[in-house]
């Protein structure tokens, strides 16, 4: 009687750990599989205070249920629910589970249709059909720091020019690589993409090259990604091949999260920023 009532303690415990952690998925088609149905892709647990990428069988082992029942978000609002179940997939070699495990919607579940009119999103192969929506184990979302879309006439591309000219490395550019003649970038060649507000002043700025401009010299191709900032006091760049798909206070901490897809060369996967913008968790895959 003792060892059952032990069983039921343990398994009671496991549930309830389960229950109780905080995990963020994507809903979503996957990336250069033709036909592919759309799949949950659990992709960061909080861990102490920190997000964790669950890109190893290993991590995910230690955080991730084989059954879960997720809130899906859009826009910092609760659209809907869904549960996921563990798809069996054992990916080999090791270094493809970040790109082809994942979890199944339930047989018979109702998914959102939220079509990607504006053919984002783009990865390694083509844009998705539907727009990605992050799924989270918590409930009742918003976004206490309350970043709003704001006009992209920005005044101060002067201010963000240096920062820019940094990202680039030290690189010439060029705007016919057939005709590799380098031109002098100024801050009139800049135009922003993207610009966000939050509720005490901080911004959320996307700036790219206003022509299309290749590196000197390189077989990499152009050089249009957007390069993200956070303005403030100060100026510190976030990163470039990043394309946001969400904000909302995930874990209830008081703090706005933001999720961006991202997609370089010969990768693909999903940023997650917390902590005011200050913490950067990745998870990534390659395809080769």
């Known amino acids: 009687m003792r060892a059952i009532l032990a069983i039921l303690l343990i398994v009671s415990a496991s549930t309830a750990g389960a229950d109780n952690q905080v995990l963020l998925a994507v809903l979503g088609e996957p990336q250069c599989r033709d036909g592919a149905s759309v799949v ?9 205070g920190k997000w964790v990428a669950l890109n190893t069988k290993d991590q995910a082992d230690a955080f991730l249920p084989k059954k879960v029942r997720w809130t899906i978000t859009l826009n910092g609002h609760d659209i ?4 996921s179940t563990d798809s069996g997939i054992v990916p080999d070699p090791a ?28 990865g390694w192969c083509d844009p998705p059909q539907h727009r990605p929506l992050v799924l989270a184990t918590t409930v009742h979302f918003s976004d206490p720091e309350h970043w709003k879309q704001a006009p992209t006439s920005y005044k101060r591309i002067e201010f963000l020019f240096s920062a820019f000219k940094d990202t680039l490395e030290g690189a010439t550019l060029c705007f016919d690589p057939d005709n590799p003649k380098p031109y002098r970038l100024m801050a009139k060649d ?13 911004q959320l700025v ?5 022509k299309n401009s290749f ?4 077989e990499l191709g152009e050089v249009m990604s957007p390069r993200w900032f956070a303005v403030g006091k100060t100026i510190r760049y976030l990163g470039s091949d990043l394309s946001l798909i969400d904000i909302a206070d995930y874990d ?7 999720m961006f897809w991202y997609s370089g060369y010969n990768r693909d996967g999903y940023t997650l920023f917390s902590k005011r913008l200050q913490q950067r968790t990745d998870f990534t895959w390659n395809y080769h």
């Open 80 to 83: 809907g629910v869904l549960s």
């Open 95 to 122: 270094w493809t589970y970040p790109r082809d495990y994942w979890h199944l919607p339930e047989p018979g579940a109702v998914l959102p249709d939220v079509l990607n009119i504006a053919k984002a999103f783009a």
């Open 252 to 258: 209830h901490d008081g703090e706005s999260e933001l």
């Open 215 to 218: 590196e000197c010299g390189s």
């Open 206 to 210: 996307a700036l790219k090259l206003a």
């Open 190 to 202: 800049l135009r922003v993409v993207t610009r966000m507000i939050s509720r005490d002043g901080r």
């Open 40 to 48: 949950v892709r659990p992709l960061f647990a909080m861990n102490q």
